[in-house]
Structure formats: structure tokens, C-alpha cells
């Protein structure tokens, strides 16, 4: 498949409930190079994503599978800097926090807004 229609592809996905699309770079039979495309979602999504990936893409089949997901239960809560305000996610493990990180996206539009690089923003953020 042509490299350029992956990201028209992906956003296509992620608009119809993908939570999470990615490619491999793999070695297929007879040795010969290519892409897995990989695309993780909900059971009820599973009928409408398919028919994107086989009307959309080069493929003539797909494999799927179950798969299980363990996640940190999650707060998010509002942190002001000087360059405005910015999520922080934070992840605990039995009740005890165990990480935090600033939102992309609000690191983003921050970066933009100010015109500054965006790791600047991600610094000024944890140092809060």
C-alpha cells in the first residue's frame, strides 16, 4: 500500500472508534517486506472498522483477536503555569499515585500559542 494513505486511512479509523491504530514494519512469506497494520478497538466497533481497513487498504483479509487491557485508575485535574492552564493527568496503582504527565494537547496549544517549544512547555509544567 502506498505509504501516503496511512495517515487518511488512521484519522478515517479513529473518526469510526479505533482507540489506537499502529503499523509494524514486518517480513511477510517468501521473505518479502511489509507494513501490519494494527487496529485496536471495542467489540461493537469491530464490523464498521473492518470495513474500513477492506474498502480503504490493499488488504484481501484480516486477522482478529481479543485482546485484554490493564489500565491505572486515572484523575485529571487543572494546573495553572505562566504560559495558561494545563491538565495533568495523574495514574495510581492500588489507591497510591505512581505518575503524572502533562496533556499533549494542552501542551500543544500552549506552544502554539506562545511560540515555544513544546518541551519547554512539558518542563515548565513538572516543575509546577
Known sequence: MNPELY????????????????????????SRPGIKFSVLCKSDKLEKLKKIVLTETTTFGLRTFRVNKTELERTFEKKQT??????????????????????????????EKNNISINKIYDITIKY
Open 7 to 30: 495517515e487518511y486511512v488512521s484519522t478515517k479509523l479513529f473518526k469510526a472508534g479505533a482507540s489506537d491504530v499502529f503499523y509494524t514494519s514486518i517480513f511477510m512469506k517468501k
Open 82 to 111: 505562566k504560559f495558561g492552564e494545563i491538565t495533568i493527568k495523574s495514574g495510581f496503582l492500588n489507591g497510591k499515585k505512581i505518575k503524572e504527565k502533562p496533556e499533549y494537547e494542552d501542551c500543544k496549544t500552549m506552544a
